[in-house]
């Protein structure tokens, strides 16, 4: 991961390499050879994620110095992307408070284990209604966690909570159901004892008033203040992600033109299912990139 991006443009070199001398581990080695599982432990997912985004970034900043973002949004990790990309945070500041999110919601889920599945064909009001049912019959801690697009809800709870979830899913006219594998209830209330520790970093860092609005994953309104940051940042981690919203609150404020920073093109994907006046471009590999560069320079 990141590999052909590093070999392509300086600037998402250097941005690994300030990576791996913070962390003090080469971050950059684990992205590019693994192993797997040890990327995939969100300790380092984390970092890496966001690493990967704020690289990407800086390589379209020094092909196309104009490229200016009117908004930005990011899902669950990717909030904090989007802040740095807005001047909020430093990635230095960044870096270690996703590395430190990671490790403590890495612990929250060893302390009280958990899951997540995703439900395809339902919408929020009913995947709420599933997860009250769920909740009644086991007694235990069952949340709407992803709100992607319509038809696509995440779920998070404990164990036995999802279990009857998924249970009771097609009778509440999901059309598929479908445990995750994690061991993380992440954006729950089992996230908790993760949250109250989160503050603590939070408090240490230096948070700027955003450049740009950034729409937030818990309102899914513009954060305009440092103090609304670390509130958001802080309640991110036991709150639903509302995407839907948050994607339609930024067309609706006039974006139409989205580029997606990642690995990947999840959120690019989404994007039509939720409102077909936007457009987006996942930047997920060094030829994505170049190929939108040549198209804007063209």
């Known amino acids: 991961m990141g590999r052909d991006l590093v070999d392509a ?21 684990l992205c590019f050879d693994g192993p797997e599982n040890d990327l995939n432990d969100t300790i380092n997912t984390q970092p890496a994620l966001y690493t990967y985004g704020i690289a990407t970034l800086r390589a379209l900043q020094a092909e196309l110095p104009q490229a200016v973002a009117a908004f930005a949004a990011g899902h669950s ?14 990635f230095e500041d960044g870096l270690r408070l996703v590395r430190e999110r990671g490790r403590l919601m890495k612990e929250a889920g060893e302390r009280s284990p958990g899951a997540m599945a995703a439900l395809l064909g339902l919408d929020a ?4 209604e599933l997860c009250a049912r769920a909740q009644a019959q086991t007694g235990g801690v069952l ?5 992607n697009c319509p038809g696509q809800i995440v779920i998070s709870g404990d164990d036995a909570a999802i279990e009857a979830a998924l249970a009771l899913a097609k009778e509440t006219g999901a059309k ?30 230096t ?6 609005p950034v729409y937030a994953n818990v309102s899914a309104a513009s954060l305009t203040s440092a103090d609304q940051i670390r509130e958001e940042l802080a309640q991110q981690l036991t709150h639903s992600v509302r995407w839907t919203e948050s994607v339609r609150a930024m067309i609706a404020a006039g974006a139409h033109w989205f580029l997606e920073l990642g690995p990947k093109d999840v959120l690019t994907a989404l994007l039509k299912r939720i409102d077909r006046a936007g457009s987006g471009v996942a930047l997920n590999s060094a030829a994505a990139l170049q190929a939108f560069v040549a198209g804007q320079v063209d």
């Open 9 to 29: 443009y300086p600037a998402a070199r250097e941005t690994f390499e300030q990576a791996d001398d913070l962390l003090g581990f080469k971050l950059s080695a």
């Open 77 to 90: 990790l990717g909030e904090f992307t989007a802040l740095t990309a807005a001047g909020a945070l430093s």
């Open 125 to 128: 009001g009913p995947a709420q």
């Open 143 to 147: 949340v709407l966690a992803n709100d």
């Open 176 to 205: 598929k159901a479908v445990k995750l594998a994690v061991s993380i209830a992440a954006h729950s209330p089992l996230m908790e004892p993760a949250a109250a520790a989160f503050q603590e970093a939070l408090a240490a860092v």
């Open 207 to 212: 948070i700027h008033a955003p450049r740009i």
